[in-house]
């Protein structure tokens, strides 16, 4: 997963490291890391995420997840 941060400061806790960000910046996370994003500035951090598609492991299409 990709998270892109706007607007704003704070902290991305990765598996329990903490790592300072502040816009602009993106973030890349692994698969099965824990992430945790903490705003530390006074105004609203705006981000985005960015996931793979889900793969269908017998045809490599991409699925539809309703739960969206």
Do not use: H, Y
């Not at 890391?33 to 017998?58: C, F, K, W, Y």
């Amino acid at each position: 997963m990709l998270l892109i941060v706007f607007d704003g400061l704070g902290k991305a806790v990765f598996d329990g490291a903490a790592q300072r960000i502040a816009a602009p910046c993106v973030l890349r996370q692994c698969a099965g890391t824990e992430l945790r994003i903490v705003n530390q500035g006074s105004t609203p951090m705006r981000v985005m995420t960015v996931r793979p598609a889900a793969l269908d492991a017998a045809t490599d299409i991409p699925t539809l997840n309703p739960s969206f």
